[in-house]
């Protein structure tokens, strides 16, 4: 296990849909993967300041199915951050197969507001706005950061690797990769030879993001991770508010606070009801 190994992936991250859609079961075309979303950038608790940037994040997935079909599959997020630790995400793939419409979180470390709309011509035009209160945030992120050492001894068949410092993506960044060599039936491993698995991650320092990690696994599949097109200006403070004309819905609950959020809302089709019932995290939850 390491320590502290991937400090910008551990966070908060929310999706609130409009109630109206709720019902609607989210689908993807057979003989494809989709790949997990592992990047936290928006962190509740560690609020990096003077550090503002807007990139593209992409992650593409490979597996192996039990008949031997390879399939494939990507995932693409907009992201943004401002000088105060503000920050935005906005997912690039359709919330609902067959709909326009994208998921936007914003998280304002300002305010300690979280905000969650949809954007695209399907959108109910329609902001949630939960507060979250914190009592230790971490302003700063540390400028010469070392990937965390492991809690036990890696034991054999295990290797950990600080590789050093170069350009990658545009950034400079340094890199950790940990390997394992997995043994016929171990982790997934259905060959009869021993397989070896990979996780390597590159942290920038100076943005204090992840921009490429890799992982393989024993059962063949991967993940490759990437941050693009970064741009290091300061994002226009629109971006962090929700769009002009949208209705405001506020939770009587901050994040934080146990049980049910409950959101009245007012949606185009009154038939389809007016209570969107949300997790203590903002996740909404299943219709009964």
Request: charged letters at 25%; hydrophobic letters at 35%; proline letters at 8%.
């Amino acid at each position: 296990m390491r320590l502290a190994a991937r400090v910008v992936l551990a966070g908060f991250a929310a999706v609130c849909i409009a109630a109206q859609l709720s019902a609607q079961p989210r689908t993807r075309p057979a003989k494809t993967c989709v790949p997990p979303d592992l990047s936290a950038v928006q962190s509740i608790n560690t609020v990096k300041k003077d550090m503002p940037y807007s990139a593209r994040r992409v992650s593409a997935c490979e597996e192996t199915l039990p008949d031997g079909t390879v399939v494939k599959g990507t995932r693409t997020f907009l992201e943004w951050r401002d000088s105060q630790g503000r920050t935005r995400r906005e997912s690039r793939d359709p919330l609902f197969e067959g709909q326009h419409l994208y998921e936007v979180d914003v998280t304002d470390p300002v305010e300690h507001v979280f905000w969650t709309w949809q954007v695209g011509k399907d959108s109910p035009h329609q902001a949630i706005k939960t507060k979250y209160e914190m009592r230790n945030e971490y302003t700063q992120f540390p400028l010469k950061y070392q990937f965390g050492n492991y809690v036990h001894s890696q034991g054999p068949g295990f290797k950990d690797e600080r590789l050093g410092p170069k350009w990658l993506n545009g950034v400079y960044a340094t890199g950790d990769r940990f390997t394992q060599v997995c043994k016929p039936g171990q982790n997934g491993n259905k060959t009869n030879h021993p397989v070896t698995t990979t996780d390597e991650t590159w942290l920038s320092v100076d943005l204090g993001l992840i921009v490429q990690s890799l992982q393989t696994t024993a059962d063949g599949s991967s993940l490759v991770e990437n941050l693009f097109d970064i741009d290091r200006s300061e994002p226009a403070p629109s971006l962090f508010r929700p769009p002009a004309g949208f209705q405001i819905l506020e939770s009587p609950k901050t994040l934080q606070d146990p049980g049910l959020h409950l959101v009245k809302i007012k949606p185009k089709n009154p038939a389809k009801g007016t209570v969107m019932m949300l997790s203590p995290h903002g996740t909404p939850l299943a219709k009964h």
